[in-house]
């Protein structure tokens, strides 16, 4: 099994930036694909990023392009989440997960394709 664990979460005001990392236990973390998630209250969780294993190829959701960078160091078995210019509406708990088996046809945008999760970690934007 792999444990991920986030940090990096707080207050911030509008405008501000956080760098959420997520450390992994596990040797494979190289070969796994990675993704952030957000859910705010009374709301489904919805996919924010992701990585390829090689950190070569990124995703974005809509709302987050050219504000938030996810990035991936194997070598620390860590990802991260850059937040620039953050809004009040990405106030949510943000979630790392990772997919730690193979899966044909895998889809980076779908929480359903992600079998591992971290405990969350809360951010909050204050306008």
């Known amino acids: 099994q792999v444990q991920l664990v986030e940090s990096g979460g707080g207050l911030v005001q509008a405008g501000g930036s956080l760098r959420l990392s997520c450390a992994a236990s596990?040797?494979?973390?190289?070969?796994?694909?990675m993704g952030w998630f957000r859910q705010a209250p009374g709301k489904e969780r919805e996919f924010v990023a992701a990585i390829h294993w090689s950190g070569g190829t990124t995703y974005y959701a809509d709302s987050v392009k050219g504000r938030f960078t996810i990035s991936r160091d194997n070598a620390k078995n860590t990802v991260y989440l850059q937040m620039n210019s953050l809004k009040p509406e990405d106030t949510a708990v943000y979630y790392c997960?990772?997919?730690?088996?193979?899966?044909?046809?895998?889809?980076?945008?779908?929480?359903?394709?992600?079998?591992?999760w971290g405990q969350g970690t809360q951010v909050t934007v204050s306008s």
């Open positions: 596990g040797r494979t973390f190289s070969i796994y694909p």
């Open positions: 997960a990772a997919r730690i088996s193979a899966l044909i046809n895998f889809n980076y945008y779908s929480k359903n394709n992600y079998n591992s």
